[in-house]
């Protein structure tokens, strides 16, 4: 085995925190520490005074640095925020028992994209390599949906994006065609972008606080979807695939999270006199097997205007646990491939209610096409989305030489 390297995992979110994300830092913080190394979690946090706090949670050790609130509903206050934020935390890192680490190598989750700062001075202080997991491009989905115009505030966005991309040594991108996006970037020498597929430990079925047998949906085939509900997904047209099959009485649809989508999707919920859905806030991530474990079909959902690419954390969770898929997407995406490729489910790309019901309808009647889908899902999630594969990878990038910045 290599040496032990002292890593720095830095990201907004942990446990016990419930976010997809929080559930993959902490596997994968696990794993590093397994293969030997130790990471080191950094994590901002409200501290009650404190600058700072260092706990130990399943043999990982996780530094809560005290840092302004990232998670308004208010676009303008949550940016002006995640501005702040990088200083905030270097701070009161100052003020830790790692102010003078020595670290092998710097890992930083993405989103946001205001980590720049504070990677560039634990860098300068270490001389350490750096690795960019990056999950979403922005602010180009933004600009994609709406939420953002090209002008002065897309230019900054633009400009904060560019000092993460300069910091890092590798950047790990989650789809095979996001690689194009950062090819001039990738011209030096001492650069490498690289496929990082998402990923998830599969874990025991522990139960779940959520029995859909003792609800409304007792004895139906459950269509579930879970995590976020937001702008980003494109909720709206699940709502009217649910009323287009009221009449299916053997069919039921379950949405467990959170997200600023959640409160007016209950609210058409009780105007539209639905009784084939229900909605459920946020659980904890040990009780995810137990949840999929009483459904059959899993829903993604993607808004049609995005144009970056996307492979969904719940997507990696559907596949592990086995649930097939009914996706709808933005066309001609890598998800879109990799479902129709792989044979895990059925996905749409249009704006039809009627084909989306189809498919729903072939995938709720056919019990041998859900068992094949089901197989072939579990069998994608070892090969593709394993932290183990993810942890390997990332260390990886400590062969080459680090940028000076």
Known sequence: MSRSRLIALISTDYPPLRTSAAVQLRDLAQQLAALGHRPVMIVPAPMSGQPFGVE???????????????????FVRRAFAEMWLPFAMWRNIRKSP????????????????????????????SGARTYLILRDIFPEWAVDLGLVRK????????????????????????TPSNLAYLSRWARSPHRRIEVLHNWLEATPDVGCSIAVDR???????????????????????????????????????????????????????VSRDLNNVLFFGEID???????????????????????????????????????????????????????????????????????LGRLA???????????????????????????????KQIVSSLSGPATSL
């Open 98 to 125: 790692f102010c003078t680490a020595k670290w092998d190598l710097l890992v930083w989750y993405s989103p946001p994209i205001f980590f720049g700062p504070l990677i560039w001075v634990l860098q300068r202080g």
């Open 215 to 269: 609800t409304s949906l007792a004895g139906r085939k459950i269509f579930v979807y879970i995590g976020n509900m937001g702008v980003a997904q494109g909720m709206d047209i699940f709502m009217e695939l649910i009323q287009s099959l009221r009449h299916r009485a053997d069919i039921g649809f379950l949405f467990v999270g959170r997200g600023s989508e959640f409160a007016k999707l209950e609210a058409e919920k």
């Open 361 to 391: 309808e072939e995938l709720a009647d056919n019990d041998a096409l859900r068992h094949s889908m089901s197989e072939r899902g579990r069998q994608l999630g070892r090969r593709m989305f394993s932290p183990a594969v993810a942890a």
């Open 151 to 174: 002008g002065p505030v897309y230019l900054m966005f633009k400009a904060i994006a560019a000092l993460q991309y300069y910091v890092a040594d590798v950047i790990g991108v989650q």
């Open 285 to 355: 991530s040990s009780e995810i097997p137990g949840l999929l474990a009483q459904c059959q079909i899993g829903l993604v959902a993607l808004h049609p205007d995005h144009k970056t690419h996307n492979i969904p954390g719940k997507f990696v969770s559907y596949a592990q646990y086995g649930l097939p898929v009914l996706a709808r997407v933005n066309g001609g995406t890598d998800l879109e491939r990799l479902i129709e490729d792989e044979a895990v489910g059925r996905v749409y790309a249009g704006n039809s209610v009627g084909e």
């Open 56 to 74: 130990r949670i399943d043999g990982v050790e996780v530094l809560r640095v005290a840092a302004p609130e990232t998670r308004s509903p208010s």
